[in-house]
């Protein structure tokens, strides 16, 4: 059983920054890929950024150059730290593990509210 952690979710004004962490647990022997997706009211869920155990990084396009996501394989933790924020990132953000190369595991979802 793997279990995440999630925080820093919140209310912030457009053009503000708010960091999310995410912390996994449990039986992870190798930790293949961890990351963030979000998913905002009426749309599909869509991945933000991702962060490879050998350190190679993804980024949606539409958070390119505000977002950056950085990870600790030591401690299977994975950062998201998110600058001018725009009201369209508004959404419940879920953080991700892929670990022992077959497996998946989600966390609850944090909410980020950007205020206009």
């Known amino acids: 059983q793997v279990y995440l952690v999630e925080s820093g979710g919140g209310l912030v004004q457009a053009g503000g920054s708010l960091r999310l962490s995410c912390a996994a647990s449990?039986?992870?022997?190798?930790?293949?890929?961890m990351g963030w997706y979000r998913q905002a009211p009426g749309k599909q869920r869509e991945l933000v950024a991702g962060?490879?155990?050998?350190?190679?990084?993804n980024y949606a396009d539409a958070v390119k150059g505000r977002f950056t996501i950085s990870g600790d394989n030591d401690q299977n933790t994975v950062i998201l730290q998110m600058n001018s924020l725009k009201p369209e990132d508004a959404a419940v953000y879920y953080c991700?593990?892929?670990?022992?190369?077959?497996?998946?595991?989600w966390g609850q979802g944090t909410q980020v509210t950007v205020s206009s």
């Open positions: 449990g039986s992870i022997f190798r930790r293949n890929f």
């Open positions: 991700v593990v892929r670990y022992n190369y077959a497996n998946t595991a």
């Open positions: 962060i490879t155990s050998g350190g190679g990084t």
